[in-house]
Each structure stands twice: as C-alpha cells, then as structure tokens.
C-alpha cells in the first residue's frame, strides 16, 4: 500500500500527489490495474453537480433570507437549524464522496475510504474519526501524534492530546473558511472547538440509540447554524449593506450585526 515514511520522490510522484485524493504523501499508493471505468466518472460527476444544486437551492430558499428584518432573519435561522441535517447530507455526498472517488477513478488510485459509516456514530469520538477520513489520517499523523509525543514527557495521556488536536483543526478550518470568504467570523472556533471539544470529552448517553440520536441532531444543528451565520454575514456584505471594505473588516468584525441594528 505504500512506504509508511515519506521520501524524496520524483516530480512524477509528486504532481500525482497532488492531485490524487489524499492528504499524505507517498513514494507509491495502491492502483487499480483495469482501465478507468467512465460509467462511474459520470455516475459520480452527475451525484456532485446534482448535490451541488440541491445545496444552492437549500441556501437561496431556505438560509439566507430575504432582508434583514427581525421576522425574516429569525424565520431563516430556525429553518438552517432544521434543515441542518439535510445540509450535513449534502456536503458529505458532494465534497467527501462524489469528488474524491470522482478524482479516484480518473486516477485509478485504490483506496476509497474517504469516510465510513458516520451515521452510526454515538460519540463525537467516533464521529471525527468516520466523517472525513482523509483529514483525520492527516490531522492523527501530523497534528495529534506530535502533541502526544512532546505531552508524554509531562505525564499526560492521550485525553489532553486529542483535545488540543481538536481546537487546532478548528483552528485550521477556520483560517480556511476565512481565506476562501474573505472576512473572519470564529463560528467554527467557537461550535468545534469549543462545544464540541467540551462534548468529545463527554462519555456516550445511556443507550447507543440514544447517543446516535444526540450525535446527529446535534451536529445537523451544528451544521445548519454555521451555514447560517456564514453565509448571513456574505451576503450582508456583499448584498444588504455593500460598503467600502478596509482592513480592519476582515478580523472578528461582523457586517450582519451593524447592518441588523440600523434596520431594526
């Protein structure tokens, strides 16, 4: 399946690292030997573009709202929180599913896991590690690894490792959705690393359904929050209240509540 250590490879490997889905490096990664097989690159590149336009309607009809009025703002962000899960759906077939394997297909590359059964989970424990396996493989080899291994020397277990692995890919999510949006608003610092770390650290409920149940309503209004929050503070910049925009507006200073003041 490849070296476990990288090594000084050759461009080839390199550009093919690049663009094959995944997110450590290696000399060799496992391939399939048969030809590409286009009948599942449309199949996946037809889920996407399908997934992808679900998603657009959902924010247009049901995130974003009209204007910024007490009423429509409050009727938009119980409908985000309801509909969080479908949202979670989405982006799980669209961005964790459809591309990769799109991607894995034209790159014949093997390995496929790209998430498993996180439905299942009934722990946030056992969600992290499900959801997005490819970032986890990343953030446990480089990030978490690490810290456990300079912790180990003061006494500490694996509990407190895991718990700064969580705030630094909140950390690193966040920096992310600041560089792709343009302005800096913590909602990810703030419901993953914060909440969510205080509830990884929570033991499951009685009952696995239980668990289960808490798990996935709780992130489906996770998910419906941010996608509300983010994409309210966008379009209050960009569409209700478009002004010159200075320096100081990308860090921690939001246009929605300036805005939401002066209208209500």
Not at 5 to 26: H, I
């Amino acid at each position: 399946a490849g070296q476990m250590e990288p090594q000084v490879g050759s461009l080839a490997n390199y550009l093919y690292f690049l663009f094959a889905p995944t997110l450590l490096y290696r000399d060799r990664y496992p391939r399939n030997k048969g030809p590409i097989q286009w009948k599942n690159v449309i199949t996946y590149l037809s889920q996407f573009i399908v997934a992808l336009l679900v998603f657009v309607v959902i924010y247009q009809d049901m995130v974003i709202p009209p204007s910024l009025r007490r009423t429509d703002v409050l009727t938009s962000l119980v409908f985000s929180c309801v509909v969080g899960f479908i949202i979670l759906m989405v982006v799980n077939i669209m961005i964790f599913h459809s591309w990769p394997n799109l991607h894995a297909e034209l790159l014949r590359f093997a390995d496929c896991q790209f998430h498993t059964d996180w439905w299942t989970a009934t722990s946030y424990a056992d969600f992290y590690r499900k959801w997005n396996t490819s970032v986890h493989d990343w953030i446990h080899a480089y990030v978490y690894t690490d810290i456990k291994n300079v912790l180990r020397a003061y006494g500490f277990g694996s509990a407190v490792p895991a718990l700064l692995t969580i705030i630094a890919s909140a950390v690193m999510h966040e920096y992310m959705m600041a560089i792709g949006l343009g302005f800096c608003l913590p909602m990810v610092s703030v419901l993953f690393g914060g909440a969510g770390a205080v509830v990884y650290m929570v033991g499951p409920c009685v009952t696995k359904r239980a668990s289960n149940i808490f798990i996935l309503s709780s992130v489906g209004v996770g998910f419906g929050l941010l996608a509300f929050c983010y994409m309210l503070e966008f379009a209050s910049r960009h569409y209700f209240c478009p002004r010159e925009h200075q320096f100081s507006d990308f860090f921690f200073s939001s246009r929605f509540l300036q805005c939401y003041r002066e209208l209500n």
